[in-house]
């Protein structure tokens, strides 16, 4: 079974500027999740779509939104990009339930000058 | 609010010797725990998990790690370090009612040879 997969891989991108990420979960996973990772912050979660509908969501400003498809595949998007979204953005799919791992894709990382 | 500390953000230990990696959780609810490990410019692999069933849990690649309520606290340890183990390390602990994870800040482990 394929695992989670993110694209593009990299991304260099201008401040001001937005920018779209994708994230395609495992087969038959319907949650989606996503992460940015950094030097200084660690690991923070952003937020969680189920079943096209965002279930959950961190603290990060409103230009960090997320959208989920009929088919589970999600997206990000960051408008107005600030030399501090440089970061490692993780997507992990579940099946769903509160219990059950997540699974980790390769990230993408983004850089803005 | 539940948050993870790992104690040490810098393991070093020789190969064959005993690893272990301290990690600490704050939750006003039984949690869910988990350690992933993450290699260099790679997404976050799970090691093991910790879902209320038995407090000793084994995971991956020789891995295992106790769940100690009266200490609040999730070591990892592997009785005998190869140097492909040499990675950074996460604990993470979630919500019961969300998949959402919150990760301590990482411990780097080192193999000497």
């Known amino acids: 079974k394929a695992g989670v997969t993110q694209t593009p891989r990299y991304l260099i991108k201008t401040r001001g500027q937005q920018v779209t990420l994708s994230c395609s979960p495992i087969?038959?996973?319907?949650?989606v999740s996503w992460y940015q990772q950094t030097p200084g912050q660690g690991l923070q979660f952003l937020f969680e779509?189920?079943?096209?509908?965002?279930?959950n969501k961190g603290n990060f400003p409103g230009r960090f939104s997320g959208r989920q498809f009929s088919n589970s595949r999600s997206e990000m998007n960051v408008s107005t990009l600030e030399l501090g979204d440089s970061a490692l953005y993780l997507c992990?799919?579940?099946?769903?339930?509160?219990?059950?791992?997540?699974?980790f894709g390769p990230g993408t990382r983004l850089t803005v000058t | 609010a539940q948050s993870v500390t790992q104690l040490g953000s810098h393991v070093s230990v020789s190969e064959g010797a005993l690893v272990l990696l301290r990690c600490n959780y704050s939750?006003?609810?039984?949690?869910?725990l988990f350690w992933y490990v993450q290699y260099p410019n790679q997404g976050l692999q799970l090691l093991l998990k910790?879902?209320?069933?038995?407090?000793l849990v084994k995971g991956i690649n020789g891995f295992e790690a106790e769940f100690k309520k009266s200490e609040t606290s999730f070591h990892l340890t592997k009785p005998s370090a190869h140097m492909s183990d040499a990675a950074e390390y996460f604990c993470?602990?979630?919500?019961?009612?969300?998949?959402?994870?919150?990760f301590g800040q990482g411990t780097r482990l080192t193999i000497n040879p």
């Open positions: 992990a799919s579940s099946l769903g339930a509160r219990w059950v791992e997540q699974y």
């Open positions: 087969s038959g996973h319907r949650s």
């Open positions: 779509y189920f079943s096209e509908t965002q279930r």
């Open positions: 939750s006003s609810v039984p949690p869910y």
């Open positions: 910790y879902t209320s069933a038995a407090t």
């Open positions: 993470a602990v979630s919500d019961q009612g969300a998949q959402k994870l919150v």
